[in-house]
């Protein structure tokens, strides 16, 4: 008896270990996700959009009285055939150390070319320089008028979102290194705690409050989610538990340029204020309840993905691309899940542009077969509101078969009930390797259950089903 068992036990693991091979390999090789993989082939580059105006020193050292004020310009990168009209934005800020650097460096444009193709719409900014490495007053006043830019940035996004076809309700910051710190210090520096340096004396100006210069529209300067790669912040009591703006970060725990710990920038005390590194900043976040992320790599440098001061030197290296994955999946987690539409990308068999509508557009990779049921996830897959149907036309609207479904099936289009909640066959209110075990027995003939798991319609339950189930359990 105990040896049939085993058989039986074996026959069932055999099953289900290719159930979830093939389930993984449906999942490896699944059509690409907006705003997480490159979708579009092409974008288009808008140059030198003004965004503001504001006094910039005509020298980067010692004095700073003789400003003259100069245009505030940023590059627009948008995907090329793009339907969207309400799209999340990226402001990309570069590094240099407030004296150096431009938005045409290596890694910022190639950042701004992939965000685009994944369906944003990236802005690579130019802000205002102006930095005597030999002066903490100059520091402090260097990093605030950046700050004032990448807020005067927002602003003008906010103002103006038709003009590029922008969400301005999904617009993300991200900064690397110099370009960071502006980031940090526009997320969660308020007004009140601004710098001493910065109301001036001796001649040089008040540089004012944070949105005082660049423009004067009246919209919020925040960003609505951070990235930062290997930043810092002037002082971490400016993070409180007022500050909601989530952060992920990506630092060299051996950083001699900007500290992963604290410190003087350029790891020797040359005048420059002490600032506060990934580490700390992840450790207060922690405390305040703040959503945030680390990424500490053990022992390497500054601009470890492979750029000197924003220009390739030996990259870009697999680090700059497994930031730029683990960064848009923190940022896609904070979109507008409502404001996706799937539909309006979909492509049917017959080479025309789907509906929002799933029977039209939505491709269920359990299934393998279009799907409908009214409206589509945030994943584009079928969401099911009602009983299982197949939709034999395209044009059909399968959503009739949902919310005001009478229970009568005139047109034969509507089949049985799922299980309820979808496949939990053992009615444990939980789908897991149970109910796998179940539905393989099913198929085998050894069990019975009560309740329709056809998911396809096809007139069988089969293994496309269990990848069905498989593919619930994985996400």
Same mark, same amino acid.
């Given at each position: 008896?105990?040896?049939? @068992?085993?058989? @039986?036990?074996?026959?069932?693991?055999?099953?289900?270990?290719?159930?979830?091979?093939?389930?993984?390999?449906?999942?490896?090789?699944?059509d690409d996700v907006? @705003?997480?993989?490159?979708?579009?082939?092409?974008?288009?580059?808008?140059?030198?959009?003004?965004?503001?105006?504001?006094?910039?020193?005509?020298?980067?050292?010692?004095?700073?009285?003789?400003?003259?004020?100069?245009?505030?310009?940023?590059?627009?990168?948008?995907?090329?055939?793009?339907?969207?009209?309400?799209?999340?934005?990226?402001?990309?800020?570069?590094?240099?150390?407030?004296?150096?650097?431009?938005?045409?460096?290596?890694?910022?444009?190639?950042?701004?070319?992939?965000?685009?193709?994944?369906?944003?719409?990236?802005?690579?900014?130019? /802000?205002?320089?102006?930095?005597?490495?030999?002066?903490?007053?100059?520091?402090?006043?260097?990093?605030?008028?950046?700050?004032?830019?990448?807020?005067?940035?927002?602003? @003008?996004?906010?103002?103006?979102?038709?003009?590029?076809?922008?969400?301005?309700?999904?617009?993300?910051? &991200?900064?690397?290194?110099?370009?960071?710190?502006?980031?940090?210090?526009?997320?969660?520096?308020?007004?009140?705690?601004?710098?001493?340096?910065?109301?001036?004396?001796?001649?040089?100006?008040?540089?004012?409050?944070?949105?005082?210069?660049?423009?004067?529209?009246?919209?919020?300067?925040?960003?609505?989610?951070?990235?930062?790669?290997?930043?810092?912040?002037?002082?971490?009591?400016?993070?409180?538990?007022?500050?909601?703006?989530?952060?992920?970060?990506?630092?060299?725990?051996?950083?001699?340029?900007?500290?992963?710990?604290?410190?003087?920038?350029?790891?020797?005390?040359?005048?420059?204020?002490?600032?506060?590194?990934?580490?700390?900043?992840?450790?207060?976040?922690?405390?305040?309840?703040?959503?945030?992320?680390?990424?500490?790599?053990?022992?390497?440098?500054?601009?470890? &993905?492979?750029?000197?001061?924003?220009?390739?030197?030996?990259?870009?290296?697999?680090?700059?691309?497994?930031?730029?994955?683990?960064?848009?999946?923190?940022? /896609?987690? /904070?979109?507008?899940?409502?404001?996706?539409?799937?539909?309006?990308?979909?492509?049917?068999?017959n080479g025309e542009?789907?509906?929002?509508?799933?029977?039209?557009?939505?491709?269920?990779?359990?299934?393998?077969?279009?799907?409908?049921?009214?409206?589509?996830?945030?994943?584009?897959?079928?969401? &099911?509101?009602?009983?299982?149907?197949?939709?034999?036309?395209?044009?059909?609207?399968?959503?009739?078969?949902?919310?005001? &479904?009478?229970?009568?099936?005139?047109?034969?289009?509507?089949?049985?009930?799922?299980?309820?909640?979808?496949?939990?066959?053992?009615?444990d209110n939980a789908?897991?390797?149970?109910?796998?075990?179940?539905?393989?027995?099913?198929?085998?003939?050894?069990?019975?259950?009560?309740?329709?798991?056809?998911?396809?319609?096809?007139?069988?339950?089969?293994?496309?089903?269990?990848?069905?189930?498989?593919?619930?359990?994985?996400?």
């Open positions: 008896m105990l040896y049939f @068992y085993m058989v @039986y036990l074996k026959k069932n693991m055999i099953l289900i270990r290719l159930i979830i091979f093939i389930s993984f390999h449906f999942l490896l090789f699944a907006r @705003y997480l993989d490159e979708v579009f082939e092409d974008f288009h580059k808008t140059e030198d959009v003004i965004y503001g105006n504001a006094p910039d020193l005509p020298f980067w050292f010692w004095v700073e009285s003789n400003t003259v004020d100069v245009d505030l310009t940023m590059d627009v990168y948008e995907p090329v055939g793009d339907t969207i009209t309400s799209r999340p934005v990226i402001i990309f800020a570069h590094t240099g150390a407030f004296f150096s650097g431009n938005n045409e460096l290596d890694d910022v444009v190639d950042l701004a070319i992939s965000a685009s193709k994944r369906g944003y719409v990236a802005i690579n900014i130019y /802000y205002r320089l102006g930095l005597n490495i030999l002066s903490s007053y100059s520091g402090e006043r260097a990093v605030y008028r950046a700050t004032q830019d990448g807020a005067a940035a927002i602003r @003008y996004l906010r103002e103006f979102p038709e003009q590029f076809k922008i969400n301005p309700e999904q617009i993300f910051m &991200w900064g690397t290194s110099a370009g960071a710190l502006l980031a940090l210090h526009l997320g969660y520096l308020d007004d009140e705690d601004r710098p001493e340096a910065t109301y001036g004396g001796g001649g040089d100006p008040d540089l004012g409050c944070l949105v005082c210069e660049g423009n004067d529209y009246a919209q919020d300067p925040k960003p609505n989610a951070i990235v930062s790669c290997w930043g810092a912040i002037g002082s971490l009591d400016w993070i409180d538990a007022d500050d909601k703006t989530p952060l992920i970060m990506f630092h060299g725990t051996a950083d001699p340029i900007v500290p992963f710990n604290s410190g003087f920038p350029f790891t020797i005390d040359i005048a420059l204020p002490i600032v506060y590194g990934s580490n700390l900043i992840h450790d207060r976040m922690n405390e305040m309840g703040i959503e945030n992320e680390l990424f500490a790599e053990s022992g390497l440098l500054h601009e470890y &993905w492979g750029t000197v001061n924003g220009n390739w030197f030996d990259g870009p290296n697999e680090y700059f691309y497994q930031i730029q994955a683990d960064a848009y999946l923190f940022l /896609y987690d /904070y979109l507008d899940q409502d404001e996706f539409n799937p539909g309006d990308e979909c492509a049917l068999e542009i789907g509906f929002f509508d799933c029977d039209l557009c939505c491709w269920d990779m359990g299934s393998l077969s279009w799907l409908g049921d009214d409206w589509c996830d945030e994943g584009g897959g079928c969401a &099911w509101e009602g009983p299982q149907f197949n939709c034999n036309d395209f044009g059909y609207d399968c959503g009739d078969c949902n919310d005001s &479904w009478d229970g009568n099936d005139l047109l034969g289009l509507c089949s049985d009930l799922l299980c309820i909640p979808s496949y939990d066959v053992n009615d789908l897991d390797i149970l109910d796998v075990i179940i539905v393989v027995n099913l198929i085998l003939g050894l069990d019975e259950i009560s309740c329709s798991i056809d998911y396809d319609d096809d007139g069988e339950v089969n293994v496309l089903d269990l990848v069905s189930m498989v593919d619930l359990i994985l996400n």
